[in-house]
């Protein structure tokens, strides 16, 4: 079992930063991927961002590519997401997932967080 609690989130105007963290309870194979999801209300839950715990590749849905940079601390079992010019779409609840791969599937990752919540105002 592995257990991921988010924080970092917050309210920001448009063109401002956060840092998302996102702890692990231990680290296993299960981990071995690292990735954020986001979920906006009335829509589906999208993928944001993935790391391999190697630190490469890492992957990233056009909408944030050079606007946010995924990374992770193994010794701190702890994955990050630096989200910068931030957009009012950007707005939506953040959520930490790990699994063995990475994948754009959310159904295919077996742990999450509880999710930080993230609104950009214009």
């Known amino acids: 079992q592995v257990q991921l609690v988010e924080s970092g989130g917050g309210s920001v105007q448009a063109g401002g930063s956060l840092r998302l963290s996102c702890a692990a309870s231990?680290?296993?194979?299960?981990?071995?991927?690292m990735a954020w999801f986001r979920q906006a209300p009335g829509k589906q839950r999208e993928a944001v961002a993935s790391?391999?715990?190697?630190?490469?590749?890492?992957y990233y849905v056009d909408s944030v590519k050079g606007r946010f940079t995924i990374s992770r601390d193994n010794a701190k079992n702890t994955v990050y997401l630096q989200m910068n010019s931030l957009k009012p779409e950007d707005t939506a609840m953040y959520y930490c997932?790990?699994?063995?791969?990475?994948?754009?599937?959310?159904?295919?990752?077996?742990?999450w967080g509880q999710g930080t919540q993230v609104t950009v105002s214009s």
């Open positions: 790391i391999y715990r190697g630190g490469n590749p890492t």
């Open positions: 997932a790990a699994h063995v791969a990475c994948s754009w599937r959310p159904y295919e990752f077996n742990y």
């Open positions: 231990t680290y296993t194979s299960s981990s071995i991927c």
